[in-house]
């Protein structure tokens, strides 16, 4: 079976550092191509990162920021090292499988895991 | 703030159908494929349609996708009371360098 299981999530103060792990299971991880998109509660999604097969990283306006997405292959396993956290980065953060085959830009997530929530608050 | 538009509600009566428009611009929809996501309350998003029309295996084909300029749609035939959620469209946008979403489209089955 396909499986997404995402875990880091937690309470952090602002300015803190969190790192989120998504690990991988019944799939060639190291084929695909892989995401972290969020959603604050009751809110709509919204794209983080991307890193694809081959490790090439990508991030909104192309710039890294604060948060740094890696993989470990041998491990079967995605991250997401955030930094500077702020409270609006307060959400649930998950991790899709982009469809084989497909381009970064193609936006076709036929796997998601299940999120892990993240709160930055005082 | 997100650059797709998507009406916040939609319904229809059991076994009627439904349609979602999601409008964009030629930095995303209008040069870059659409996808279509269904999230059902408490659960993670779920793929519907991927390059503007495809549907993957297991979606039935009372779900389907179509795109025209920078606008897509989804429909829904013959509704059913499984298929109240939220419905996302998504794609790339270029100038951005970034995955962007629609805001939103929730599904009310009368």
């Known amino acids: 079976e396909v499986q997404l299981v995402e875990s880091g999530g937690g309470l952090v103060q602002p300015g803190g550092s969190l790192r989120l792990s998504c690990a991988a299971s019944g799939f060639t991880f190291s084929s695909y191509d892989m995401h972290w998109v969020r959603q604050v509660t009751g809110k709509g999604l919204e794209w983080v990162s991307a890193?694809?097969?081959?490790?090439?990283?990508y991030y909104p306006g192309a710039e890294p920021g604060r948060f740094t997405i890696s993989r470990e292959d041998a491990r079967n396993s995605l991250y997401l090292q955030m930094n500077r956290l702020r409270t609006e980065d307060t959400a649930v953060y998950y991790c899709?499988?982009?469809?084989?085959?497909?381009?970064?830009?193609?936006?076709?997530?036929?796997?998601w895991g299940q999120g892990t929530l993240v709160t930055v608050s005082s | 703030q997100s650059v797709l538009t998507q009406p916040p509600s939609a319904s229809a009566a059991p076994g009627q159908k439904v349609t979602i428009s999601c409008s964009g611009s030629s930095s995303n929809i209008g040069n870059n494929y659409v996808s279509w996501y269904q999230q059902l309350p408490g659960t993670a998003p779920k793929l519907l349609i991927f390059d503007n029309n495809e549907r993957p295996s297991g979606i039935p084909d009372r779900f389907s996708g179509s795109k025209s300029g920078t606008s897509a749609t989804l429909g829904i035939t013959g509704l059913q009371t499984g298929d109240e959620a939220d419905y996302y469209c998504?794609?790339?946008?270029?100038?951005?360098?970034?995955?962007?979403f629609g805001t939103g489209t929730k599904v009310t089955v009368l």
């Open positions: 890193i694809g097969a081959t490790g090439n990283t």
């Open positions: 998504g794609t790339w946008d270029s100038s951005l360098s970034a995955g962007v």
């Open positions: 899709a499988r982009a469809s084989l085959d497909t381009a970064i830009a193609d936006v076709n997530f036929d796997c």
